[in-house]
Nanobody, 126 residues
Framework: VQLQASGGGLVQAGGSLRLSCEAS??????????FAWYRQTPESQRELVAS???????NYLDSVRGRSSISRDHIRNSVFLEMNNLKPEDTGVYYC???????????????????WGQGTQVTVSS
């Protein structure tokens, strides 16, 4: 399974961006439990920005809550992160992550498996 992230770019503070993450396979077949966006800067570890579970429960980093929205589109096999009123501290490389359960036929159990996108750069100028 390949995840293709896109939508990053250079934007002025106060602007908006919509990040996309498209899976190479149907979301309905992947058994994904959580869809998430992370970001990483040279100064910090990768941190969770937003997530949404398969049941629709969302979670946001405090600093982006209220100005960001994560959503899924099963028809387009994609997950989106819309960010508004962007700030310079939002700058970073954004990665999408799918947390799935994969059936192990040998042992008859589900095993967790994470899929990561390649990252898309977001730069917010002041």
């Amino acid at each position: 399974v390949q995840l293709q992230a896109s939508g990053g770019g250079l934007v002025q503070a106060g602007g908006s961006l919509r990040l996309s993450c498209e899976a190479s396979e149907s979301l309905s077949l992947l058994n994904v439990k959580t869809f998430a966006w992370y970001r990483q800067t040279p100064e910090s570890q990768r941190e969770l920005v937003a997530s949404v579970t398969s049941t629709g429960v969302t979670n946001y980093l405090d600093s982006v809550r209220g100005r960001s929205s994560i959503s899924r589109d099963h028809i387009r096999n994609s997950v989106f992160l819309e960010m508004n009123n962007l700030k310079p501290e939002d700058t970073g490389v954004y990665y999408c992550k799918f947390e799935a359960l994969v059936w192990d036929q040998t042992y008859g159990v589900y095993n967790p498996k994470d899929y990561w996108g390649q990252g898309t750069q977001v730069t917010v100028s002041s």
